[in-house]
């Protein structure tokens, strides 16, 4: 939560978008040694959002509530089939149909380990306080591991299909009770651009969801050009950058390579991160910038422009048709300006946005007085209410 996801995602371009080819392989995480995560050998048979195999979870930092994980079937940005885990937590009281949040964490990470379905239980996720605000409203909360299996941070529009199988998952897992519950979506920052490429891709993507609207903040709208404005300089957090440069080699391998550009240190700090969490990420590459871990001329490649661009909203051309919360502070490092442009094209298609400015406020700021604004806003959605809109 209080790491600039601005820094980390100018590095991720500016690291990998003048990338020639290679051969070389990316460099995958550690598999998760739990077996729960393993996909099975017949999981093209089944559709995206089906539930693969469940399990409770314990609930000592969530009192009064039930947890299961899901493993379920959904699809990668090549269209394949993968397997990826939702984290289901429900309220006490409150019977079926309740309505149900799916909330994208932040995740700066490239470790199968950090993924929410394990930082949830362990301590280690700074947002976690916030979902009993979210539980003691009587919701229930699906939280996905929205990096995928590969935990491939900086692929968006992997987080947006991922987020909205993790849905469907949790919607036909018949014990939580949820199958006709009215759904709403919130994210900050990393977890924001997943929600914010969840509902742009639901009109066609997961069209029978009952999505009611979705709250989102920090959003980094466009991970080129933040670069531009943000990735030529030597910075406390390159490291995250170099990550999500990493995390999109996953996603894309064969068309984003890093082999070719990396001269010795960056081999050793793609070496040293490669099943990495965020402190030891941010550690590892601190104060470095790309001259440190890059070599020879970049030359701009077709391919890589591509792959930026369908992971940026600005440039993606899906619409959500439901009601939007954005917020942003105007002192944000993420440009607050960008989100202003794309909220326009938003209302220019008839989606209800409320776009709230918070003066003064950066990127770490900016979440403390937008949540509650943001939870007050799904409860308003929940509730049938009209939606605001400054459009």
């Not at 003048?18 to 460099?27: L, R």
């Not at 909330?103 to 362990?122: E, K, M, R, V, W």
């Amino acid at each position: 939560m209080r790491r600039l996801a601005a820094v980390a995602l100018s590095a991720t371009v500016a690291s990998i978008a003048y990338a020639p080819p290679a051969t070389a392989a990316p460099i995958y995480p550690i598999p998760d040694g739990d077996a729960f995560y393993w996909a099975p050998p017949d999981l093209a048979a089944f559709q995206p959002g089906d539930v693969l195999r469940s399990r409770p979870m314990p609930t000592d930092a969530y009192p009064g509530a039930t947890a299961w994980q899901l493993l379920f079937r959904t699809t990668n940005s090549q269209n394949a089939p993968i397997a990826a885990v939702t984290t289901v937590l429900i309220s006490a009281g409150g019977g079926n149909d309740r309505p149900l949040v799916s909330y994208q964490p932040i995740i700066n990470s490239l470790g199968t380990q950090c993924a929410p379905s394990h930082s949830l239980f362990d301590g280690s996720m700074d947002e976690a306080p916030a979902l009993n605000l979210l539980l003691a409203r009587g919701w229930a909360l699906a939280i996905p591991d929205h990096l995928g299996p590969t935990s491939a941070f900086g692929a968006a529009q992997l987080g947006g299909r991922v987020t909205l199988d993790g849905i469907r998952a949790a919607k036909r897992f018949g014990p939580a009770g949820l199958g006709a519950s009215p759904v709403g979506l919130a994210g900050y920052s990393g977890g924001g651009m997943a929600t914010g490429f969840a509902v742009a891709m639901a009109p066609d993507y997961a069209p029978e969801l009952p999505i009611v609207g979705a709250a989102q903040g920090g959003v980094p709208v466009n991970i080129g050009k933040l670069a531009r404005d943000l990735g030529a300089m030597p910075n406390p957090l390159f490291g995250l950058g170099f990550a999500a440069a990493m995390g999109l080699e996953r996603e894309y391998p064969g068309e984003i390579r890093l082999e070719r550009i990396l001269n010795p240190a960056g081999d050793a700090l793609e070496a040293q991160i490669a099943n990495a969490c965020s402190s030891e990420i941010i550690s590892a590459g601190a104060n470095r910038s790309f001259r440190d871990v890059f070599s020879g001329a970049m030359d701009a490649d077709p391919d890589t422009v591509r792959i930026l661009h369908e992971n940026s909203l600005e440039t993606y051309p899906g619409v959500p048709r439901v009601p939007i919360y954005q917020w942003h502070g105007t002192a944000d490092e993420v440009n607050p300006w960008l989100v202003r442009e794309v909220t326009g094209r938003y209302c220019a298609a008839g989606t209800p946005v409320l776009l709230d400015l918070i003066p003064g406020a950066d990127h770490n700021g900016a979440i403390y007085t937008g949540a509650p604004r943001a939870f007050n806003y799904l409860s308003d959605r929940f509730a049938g209410l009209p939606a605001p809109s400054n459009c």
